[in-house]
C-alpha cells in the first residue's frame, strides 16, 4: 500500500460506522456504543503517534488491551472493546485497507458468569410453609410452590399449565414436551388443592387452566411476582425473592445433592448443557431415580 494514500484513522473509524448503518443496519445505540470504543483506541493510537489503521501491529493491540485491563474496567466492558476492534479489523480487512487482520489473535477476558441467588433448604421451608391452608386462595399457592420448587420450571410455563398436565398416580408433570418427575411433597399440595380448592377458584369460568387467579382467570406473571414477594417477607426471608429463585434454588440444591448434571438439565429444558453447569458451583427411570435421591422434598 502505498503511504502516500492512507487516510487518517478517524476517518476510518467514520467509514466503519458508516458501513455499521448503512450495510450492517445496525441500531444507533450499537454504532455509539462501537464508535465510543474505537475512539478510545484511535486516542490511545495518537498518544503514540500512530495515525492510520495499517501502522496498528498486533503488539500494539495487546499492548492497547493491557491498558484497558489496567484501568480498573469490568471485564464485561474490556470485552465488548474487543469486540469492537475485531468488527473494525475484519472490516477493514474485507475492504483490503490493510495487509492483514492484525486482531485475530486478540482475546478478551473471561468474564466470570455471576452465581445466580438461591434459598437455602431451610429457607425454602420456611417460605412453603407461609400459604394458609384454610383458605382456596392458599391452598393454590401452596400447590404453586410445592410445584415450581418440586420441578424447577419457569413460572411462565407455571401460569400456563393445564389441569390434564399433571398425572397424581405417577408424579410426574408434562411441560412444553418435559415430563419432569414431582415428589410426596408437591403431590401432597397438588391433591388437597384440585379436591375443591381449584373449583372455588374457578367460580363459573370454564377452562382447564391449573393455577386460575382469584377472578377465575389465567394468573400474570406479576400476579405471581407479588404473591411469591409477599410469602417471602412473611417467612422472614431478607434475600431478593424473584420468580427465578426458586428454579434456581431447585437446581441448586439437585446438584449439590449429587444429581447428573444431564438430567438436570433436561428438566430445566436447557438447550445447552453449559447453561446448566452454573449449578455445580453452588453448591426416563433414571432421571426419576436420580431425582428421588437428590431433591430434598422427594
Given at each position: 500500500?502505498?503511504?502516500?494514500?492512507?487516510?487518517?484513522?478517524?476517518?476510518?473509524?467514520?467509514?466503519?460506522?458508516?458501513?455499521?448503518?448503512?450495510?450492517?443496519?445496525?441500531?444507533?445505540?450499537?454504532?455509539?456504543?462501537?464508535?465510543?470504543?474505537?475512539?478510545?483506541?484511535?486516542?490511545?493510537?495518537?498518544?503514540?503517534?500512530?495515525?492510520?489503521?495499517?501502522?496498528?501491529?498486533?503488539?500494539?493491540?495487546?499492548?492497547?488491551?493491557?491498558?484497558?485491563?489496567?484501568?480498573?474496567?469490568?471485564?464485561?466492558?474490556?470485552?465488548?472493546?474487543?469486540?469492537?476492534?475485531?468488527?473494525?479489523?475484519?472490516?477493514?480487512?474485507?475492504?483490503?485497507?490493510?495487509?492483514?487482520?492484525?486482531?485475530?489473535?486478540?482475546?478478551?477476558?473471561?468474564?466470570?458468569?455471576?452465581?445466580?441467588?438461591?434459598?437455602?433448604?431451610?429457607?425454602?421451608?420456611?417460605?412453603?410453609?407461609?400459604?394458609?391452608?384454610?383458605?382456596?386462595?392458599?391452598?393454590?399457592?401452596?400447590?404453586?410452590?410445592?410445584?415450581?420448587?418440586?420441578?424447577?420450571?419457569?413460572?411462565?410455563e407455571l401460569i400456563s399449565l393445564r389441569?390434564?398436565?399433571?398425572?397424581?398416580?405417577?408424579?410426574?408433570?408434562?411441560?412444553?414436551?418435559?415430563?419432569?418427575?414431582?415428589?410426596?411433597?408437591?403431590?401432597?399440595?397438588?391433591?388437597?388443592?384440585?379436591?375443591?380448592?381449584?373449583?372455588?377458584?374457578?367460580?363459573?369460568?370454564?377452562?382447564?387452566?391449573?393455577?386460575?387467579?382469584?377472578?377465575?382467570?389465567?394468573?400474570?406473571?406479576?400476579?405471581?411476582?407479588?404473591?411469591?414477594?409477599?410469602?417471602?417477607?412473611?417467612?422472614?426471608?431478607?434475600?431478593?425473592?424473584?420468580?427465578?429463585?426458586?428454579?434456581?434454588?431447585?437446581?441448586?440444591?439437585?446438584?449439590?445433592?449429587?444429581?447428573?448434571?444431564?438430567?438436570?438439565?433436561?428438566?430445566?429444558g436447557h438447550s445447552d448443557i453449559s447453561?446448566?453447569?452454573?449449578?455445580?458451583?453452588?453448591?426416563?427411570?433414571?432421571?426419576?431415580?436420580?431425582?428421588?435421591?437428590?431433591?430434598?422434598?422427594?
Amino acid at each position: 500500500m502505498d503511504p502516500q494514500e492512507d487516510i487518517r484513522l478517524d476517518e476510518q473509524l467514520d467509514a466503519f460506522i458508516t458501513y455499521l448503518t448503512d450495510e450492517k443496519k445496525m441500531s444507533e445505540n450499537t454504532r455509539l456504543s462501537y464508535r465510543r470504543d474505537l475512539d478510545k483506541l484511535e486516542e490511545y493510537c495518537r498518544a503514540m503517534a500512530i495515525t492510520d489503521a495499517s501502522q496498528i501491529s498486533e503488539n500494539n493491540l495487546q499492548s492497547y488491551l493491557l491498558y484497558l485491563e489496567a484501568g480498573s474496567l469490568k471485564p464485561a466492558t474490556v470485552s465488548r472493546s474487543v469486540a469492537s476492534i475485531h468488527a473494525f479489523f475484519r472490516y477493514m480487512y474485507t475492504e483490503h485497507q490493510i495487509e492483514e487482520d492484525v486482531s485475530e489473535n486478540l482475546q478478551a477476558p473471561k468474564i466470570e458468569r455471576k452465581l445466580p441467588e438461591i434459598l437455602t433448604e431451610e429457607e425454602v421451608e420456611r417460605l412453603l410453609e407461609q400459604p394458609s391452608d384454610l383458605e382456596a386462595k392458599g391452598i393454590r399457592d401452596r400447590a404453586m410452590l410445592e410445584l415450581l420448587y418440586a420441578t424447577g420450571i419457569r413460572v411462565s410455563e407455571l401460569i400456563s399449565l393445564r389441569t390434564e398436565d399433571v398425572d397424581l398416580r405417577k408424579n410426574l408433570l408434562t411441560c412444553c414436551g418435559r415430563v419432569i418427575p414431582f415428589g410426596e411433597h408437591a403431590n401432597a399440595a397438588l391433591a388437597r388443592y384440585l379436591s375443591g380448592a381449584r373449583e372455588e377458584l374457578m367460580k363459573d369460568h370454564e377452562g382447564e387452566i391449573l393455577f386460575p387467579s382469584c377472578l377465575g382467570e389465567p394468573m400474570s406473571r406479576q400476579g405471581f411476582w407479588k404473591l411469591l414477594k409477599s410469602y417471602g417477607k412473611a417467612a422472614g426471608i431478607e434475600k431478593e425473592i424473584t420468580p427465578h429463585t426458586l428454579r434456581h434454588s431447585f437446581a441448586a440444591h439437585l446438584m449439590a445433592g449429587g444429581a447428573d448434571i444431564r438430567s438436570v438439565s433436561r428438566m430445566l429444558g436447557h438447550s445447552d448443557i453449559s447453561t446448566t453447569k452454573v449449578y455445580a458451583q453452588l453448591g426416563g427411570n433414571r432421571t426419576r431415580r436420580m431425582y428421588s435421591e437428590a431433591h430434598p422434598r422427594a
